[in-house]
């Protein structure tokens, strides 16, 4: 697929360049991240995890994203293939990841001081989140900005096209990141839209919108950093469109030789961001396969610890009951003791 | 003048102006509460709800937004995780059907799959119900749909007095509630409202009118919203016939006051449930189930209930053959005070 040019509306990008250590860190992730997704991947695979969404073709967007914010000021609002990503932000991102794939209640709960929400399912609500986060940490004067996920064909919800126009409005200091992947399951983009690319439907905000190349890390640092120093000036949201290429399955119940053309995907595997990463670094003499090693047994073993970790934490049933108030209504106390009763005291 | 009597002080409102009343002492109380929503800022509101808050609390606290009920009830889960307490309006609640996704999906689930990182303490302000002669989807019940979305509070209103003491009650709640204005009632209900700090708690109905004893009175009826002054109607009617009639606001459907419910089953064994909504599923509905739970076997005569068709709210040359009104309700309570 041919990645089009940048189509910024704003001023020139200046964003400093990036130090060799930022680089490192920035592979590190990504190749960390397809790790943690494929592992993720395989528990479903041996029936310990439920249904999940792989991160393959993503990496360089997830990376570029957690390098260029602040994770002590900025948030993160994500759809649901991020969180593999997000370690910058914190090491319990991961962590509630495996457990919200192993179907534990707490994988929904990203604790304090942690900027990161949990997977959004219902596709494009998180936009209007995000703007209202952004709304309220304007309303209280408070720096940073926030970030959020939404995929190609999430960009055909309402919500979306409701969250930008509002975020305009008020100048919000969000930045949306359209991850175009160049499909939604099995619909390409050209069933989702007869505009040339995602960035374009900024002009309809009143808003910056720009396409980046996503298998291409230091690009969409750049373009986040940007984004993020107009968002925290107070010059309000931006769009930003990452075009990649999904290279592996939606998620582990798709089955994408159905519909992906193969000589597509395999043009798309030539431009694969950890290829692409990995190359330049070892070009600017950053990096060598013995890194590409200790990263990868690295990440495993960060997996393991995890899994471990997430699979000893017992849950009780009773628990179903916790956290719809911030107190049981009386009626949900009567359900709760009756549930309890019903198993004889023991849930 | 003692302190004492200041806190006692009341004056005559009407339930709109008990509610503009609210939002401007909830406003001055806490600086984290917002109002946001259509025309609420420089209009103050179609119907005059937010007079008077854009002057006296500033336009970053009181927000004109888009023509999107989606994104206001979504940003209200944002600003919420933001710390701030966000007082949205939905300019009708047939309007809600293009929130709906928002506020079932969202609204009502942050606290529980974030198990409880945040807390959600949104009040969803929104008027709805016929017999003003509003356009198509200006007067749509709704209750029943969000009482079945497990983590909202559900709050109605039928007198001035209670629209301060429970709307104030929900500003400070640290749950989602939708706060649903009757807009017959807005004008047409007028009643003494405590001048002071007056909270009214969710989940303890309001006898209307009844005996002292309720072993006293022949037929209980539950209602809420404007069906309550309905209600009264229909047992003032029925004075004249020796029937006496409980007449029981229920105020809040989530949390639900089972004890009062069960309390006048009991006592008195003869019940009418009204409700303006249609009659397949509405929560009516759920109260005749719930009361089946608690109190079957003081039942003397078979639950009845009375409410809208199942037709689509109708318009306006068609709407006072749907809605309950005094004389429907009062044949009910005849025949439920006479069976056998």
Not at chain 1, 160 to 165: D, K
Not at chain 2, 59 to 80: K, Q, S
Request: net charge negative; with cysteine.
């Amino acid at each position: 697929m041919a990645v089009p040019a940048a189509v910024g509306q704003h001023g020139v990008v200046t964003i400093p360049s990036l130090s060799d250590e930022t680089l490192r860190s920035m592979l590190t992730a990504m190749l960390s991240s397809r790790v943690y997704s494929q592992r993720v991947f395989n528990l479903q695979r041996q029936g310990r995890a439920g249904t999940n969404a792989p991160v393959d073709g993503s990496e360089a967007i997830l990376a570029g994203v957690e390098h260029a914010l602040d994770p002590s000021e900025d948030w993160v609002l994500p759809q649901y293939r991020e969180l593999v990503g997000l370690e910058r932000f914190g090491t319990d991102v991961l962590d509630r990841y495996v457990l919200y794939a192993l179907g534990h209640p707490e994988g929904g709960h990203i604790p304090e001081p942690t900027r990161v929400w949990p997977p959004q399912i219902s596709l494009a609500t998180q936009v209007p989140h995000a703007v209202g986060l952004a709304w309220g940490m304007k309303a209280r004067s408070e720096p940073g900005c926030v970030l959020v996920f939404l995929g190609d064909g999430s960009t055909s919800e309402g919500d979306f096209y409701e969250a930008c126009n509002f975020a305009g409005v008020l100048d919000a200091p969000v930045i949306v990141v359209v991850v175009n992947n160049g499909w939604a399951i099995s619909t390409p983009i050209a069933r989702q839209t007869r505009a040339k690319n995602f960035a374009e439907k900024s002009h309809a905000f009143g808003i910056p919108g720009v396409t980046v190349d996503g298998t291409d890390a230091i690009a969409v640092y750049e373009a986040i950093a940007d984004a993020r120093s107009r968002a925290v000036a107070g010059a309000g949201p931006t769009l930003v469109e990452c075009v990649t290429y999904r290279l592996g399955p939606h998620t582990t119940a798709d089955d994408p030789t159905r519909y992906v053309p193969g000589d597509e995907l395999a043009a798309a595997r030539e431009r694969d961001p950890i290829v692409v990463m990995t190359s330049e670094l070892e070009r600017r003499g950053l990096w060598t396969a013995a890194d590409t090693e200790t990263t990868l047994a690295a990440a495993d073993a960060r997996m393991d610890a995890a899994v471990r970790a997430g699979e000893a934490m017992a849950v009780d049933q009773v628990e179903l009951f916790d956290h719809v108030y911030a107190e049981h209504t009386p009626r949900l106390a009567d359900q709760r003791a009756r549930f309890l009763a019903d198993r004889g005291g023991v849930s | 003048m003692s302190l004492a009597s200041d806190a006692a002080a009341t004056r005559t409102m009407t339930m709109l102006e008990a509610i503009n009343h609210t939002l401007h002492a909830e406003m001055a109380r806490d600086d984290r509460v917002m109002v946001f929503g259509e025309d609420v800022a420089a209009n103050g509101g179609v119907f005059r709800a937010t007079e008077g808050l854009l002057d006296a609390f500033g336009e970053d606290r009181v927000v004109d937004t888009p023509l999107a009920e989606a994104v206001i009830a979504g940003t209200a889960v944002g600003l919420a995780a933001a710390g701030m307490v966000p007082v949205p309006e939905i300019q009708f609640l047939g309007f809600s059907y293009q929130a709906f996704h928002q506020i079932a999906g969202q609204v009502a689930r942050l606290r529980y799959r974030t198990r409880g990182r945040f807390d959600v303490p949104i009040t969803i302000r929104a008027p709805f119900g016929g017999g003003v002669r509003t356009p198509e989807l200006h007067s749509e019940s709704l209750e029943a749909q969000y009482a079945n979305i497990p983590g909202l509070k559900i709050v109605l209103p039928a007198s001035a007095a209670d629209a301060k003491g429970l709307l104030a009650t929900a500003i400070r709640d640290p749950d989602p509630v939708l706060f649903l204005e009757p807009l017959r009632g807005y004008r047409m209900l007028r009643d003494e409202v405590p001048l002071g700090e007056h909270l009214v708690p969710f989940g303890e109905a309001r006898t209307v009118m009844g005996a002292d004893d309720p072993a006293d009175d022949d037929v209980v009826v539950f209602a809420w919203s404007f069906m309550v002054e309905m209600s009264r109607r229909a047992a003032e009617l029925l004075a004249d016939e020796g029937i006496r009639v409980r007449v029981v606001d229920l105020r809040t459907l989530v949390p639900l006051d089972v004890d009062t419910i069960r309390t006048c089953v009991e006592a008195i064994g003869r019940v009418v449930v009204v409700q303006e909504a249609p009659e397949t599923n509405g929560f009516a509905s759920e109260l005749i189930a719930t009361i089946n739970d608690e109190a079957f076997y003081s039942l003397e005569a078979p639950v009845a209930r009375v409410s809208g068709y199942d037709a689509p709210y109708p318009v306006g040359q068609l709407e006072d053959s749907y809605v309950p009104d005094a004389g429907r309700i009062a044949a009910a309570i005849r025949r439920t005070a006479g069976a056998a």
